[in-house]
């Protein structure tokens, strides 16, 4: 294979996760798409190797490991032509918990989340009306004696039937009496499995990929008020906290991805012969691929630094913005090289290529779009006026 990373940062981790991989070959995650099912059996072997704990310290039964070997993780998973969007949620989401949860929390939780018993996968942040402009979210929680009510609705909650629990952000304080526009959100940790049927309803949304998305309604919803996470109030800057986690993790997934089209593309234009010639042989052809995985390795540089910032304990907002985007857009040049190289095949299920295609797209819109990254880049990194 041209793109193998057999010699790369965490050649042991990535070869064990190729191996798993081969138990899940193109043809069951056609089947799957198809019918737009839920990877059950994926999830199961990836937690029973333990690959979805790594970031989890190994007091609380987790491996103890960085971002930079998650995010080799997810790479390999995507190289092999897997999905890890059915459960990345799962390796970064109880970081939340981890960095801003009790002491009673984090041992309640993050050993039974460690070994899988609990699948902690969703994340309610967005909104119908707040995506990109998360302050603008409108779920309350309102305390009651021992419990909170929440009451609203959230959209693209992905994974919310696959999940034990959920991490919510919801409103504590109404957003016109306070000083900041990002002070009276707070986090909450949600038992899915005692909130389905007693206020919480969750309506699967059907998408262009699978997903497994959903949205969900809260209407009276009563949880423990041992559910708050940290200090009521400071829940955005928590869920902040998380986020270039999430990019760089993300960001790993496209690099995958571009490996996985790279690969298959070179090795058609090999051997489909046209006008007597490999067409691999036409620069036509040549170029994009080229051009696409030269692009990648750029982006793959800027993954592994802002994974090695973050492991450092060091601000990496823009290196993890950076990488997302990087990273994003050069997975979707190479799935767009792929696609042409296969000329009417890029369009056949059977090639996987547009299944490939469709996943591939979204990581230019979430879990940020990338005008939101320009965006942040133009104002913190370049010191342009705040545009929004
Ligand atoms: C399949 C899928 C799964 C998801 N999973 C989750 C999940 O598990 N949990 C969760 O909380 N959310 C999830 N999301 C939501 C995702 O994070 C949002 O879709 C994303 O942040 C964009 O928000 P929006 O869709 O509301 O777009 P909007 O905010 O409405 O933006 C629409 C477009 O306008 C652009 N735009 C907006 N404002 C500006 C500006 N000031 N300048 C320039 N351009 C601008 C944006 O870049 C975007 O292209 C998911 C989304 C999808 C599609």
Same mark, same amino acid.
């Given at each position: 294979?041209?793109?193998?990373?057999? =010699?790369? =940062?965490?050649?042991?981790?990535?070869?064990?996760?190729?191996? @798993?991989?081969?138990?899940?070959?193109?043809?069951?995650?056609?089947?799957?798409? +198809?019918?737009?099912?839920? #990877?059950?059996?994926?999830?199961?072997?990836?937690?029973?190797?333990?690959?979805?704990?790594?970031?989890?310290?190994?007091?609380?039964?987790?491996?103890?490991?960085?971002?930079?070997?998650? +995010?080799?993780? $997810?790479?390999?998973?995507?190289?092999?032509?897997?999905?890890?969007?059915?459960?990345?949620?799962?390796?970064?989401? !109880?970081?939340?918990?981890?960095?801003?949860?009790?002491?009673?929390?984090?041992?309640?939780?993050?050993?039974?989340?460690?070994?899988?018993?609990?699948?902690?996968?969703?994340?309610?942040?967005?909104?119908?009306?707040?995506?990109?402009?998360?302050?603008?979210?409108?779920?309350?929680?309102?305390? %009651?004696?021992?419990?909170?009510?929440?009451?609203?609705?959230?959209?693209?909650?992905?994974?919310?039937?696959?999940? %034990? @629990? /959920?991490?919510?952000?919801?409103?504590?304080?109404?957003?016109?009496? $306070?000083?900041?526009?990002?002070?009276?959100?707070?986090?909450?940790?949600?038992?899915?499995?005692?909130?389905?049927?007693?206020?919480?309803?969750?309506?699967?949304?059907?998408? /262009? /990929?699978?997903?497994?998305?959903?949205?969900?309604?809260?209407?009276?919803?009563?949880?423990? +008020?041992?559910?708050? *996470?940290?200090?009521?109030?400071?829940?955005?800057?928590?869920?902040?906290?998380? !986020?270039?986690?999430?990019?760089?993790?993300?960001?790993?997934?496209?690099?995958? %991805?571009?490996?996985?089209?790279?690969?298959?593309?070179?090795?058609?234009?090999?051997?489909?012969?046209?006008?007597?010639?490999?067409?691999?042989?036409?620069?036509?052809?040549?170029?994009?691929?080229?051009?696409?995985?030269?692009?990648?390795?750029?982006?793959?540089?800027?993954?592994?630094?802002?994974?090695? $910032?973050? %492991?450092?304990?060091?601000?990496?907002?823009?290196?993890?913005?950076?990488?997302?985007?990087?990273?994003?857009?050069?997975?979707?040049?190479?799935?767009?090289?792929?696609?042409?190289?296969?000329?009417?095949?890029?369009?056949?299920?059977?090639?996987? *290529?547009?299944?490939?295609?469709?996943?591939?797209?979204?990581?230019?819109?979430? #879990?940020?779009?990338?005008?939101?990254?320009?965006?942040?880049?133009?104002?913190?990194?370049?010191?342009?006026?705040?545009?929004?």
């Amino acid at each position: 294979m041209p793109t193998d990373r057999a =010699d790369a =940062d965490h050649a042991e981790i990535r070869a064990a996760v190729r191996a @798993l991989c081969r138990d899940f070959p193109g043809e069951y995650w056609r089947r799957l798409d +198809a019918a737009r099912e839920y #990877p059950t059996e994926f999830v199961r072997a990836l937690t029973r190797a333990g690959w979805l704990a790594v970031l989890i310290p190994e007091e609380f039964g987790g491996s103890g490991l960085g971002v930079a070997a998650a +995010a080799a993780v $997810l790479e390999e998973i995507h190289a092999a032509g897997c999905n890890g969007a059915a459960c990345h949620a799962q390796i970064y989401t !109880m970081g939340t918990l981890l960095r801003h949860g009790s002491a009673e929390q984090k041992a309640k939780f993050l050993p039974q989340i460690a070994r899988g018993a609990l699948r902690l996968q969703a994340f309610g942040v967005t909104e119908p009306g707040s995506g990109s402009d998360t302050t603008a979210l409108r779920t309350t929680a309102r305390r %009651d004696g021992d419990a909170w009510v929440i009451d609203g609705q959230k959209v693209w909650t992905s994974r919310a039937e696959h999940s %034990d @629990l /959920m991490l919510l952000l919801a409103r504590t304080a109404p957003r016109g009496e $306070l000083a900041k526009r990002t002070e009276g959100l707070s986090v909450f940790l949600v038992d899915m499995r005692e909130a389905v049927g007693k206020g919480l309803t969750i309506r699967p949304i059907r998408t /262009m /990929m699978n997903h497994a998305t959903t949205e969900l309604f809260f209407d009276g919803l009563r949880i423990p +008020a041992a559910s708050l *996470v940290g200090e009521e109030g400071r829940g955005f800057r928590y869920i902040l906290d998380g !986020m270039n986690a999430e990019r760089i993790l993300i960001a790993a997934e496209c690099l995958g %991805d571009l490996r996985w089209f790279v690969d298959k593309a070179t090795a058609y234009a090999k051997e489909r012969v046209v006008f007597g010639r490999p067409i691999g042989q036409n620069q036509g052809i040549q170029f994009p691929i080229a051009r696409a995985w030269a692009q990648g390795q750029g982006a793959a540089l800027m993954v592994g630094r802002a994974a090695q $910032l973050f %492991d450092a304990g060091e601000a990496c907002g823009a290196e993890a913005n950076m990488a997302k985007l990087l990273a994003s857009e050069a997975a979707w040049q190479a799935a767009e090289a792929c696609v042409q190289t296969h000329g009417g095949f890029g369009f056949a299920e059977e090639f996987d *290529v547009e299944r490939k295609f469709r996943e591939t797209r979204l990581y230019q819109v979430a #879990p940020v779009s990338t005008n939101l990254i320009l965006a942040y880049l133009a104002e913190h990194v370049l010191g342009l006026p705040r545009s929004y």
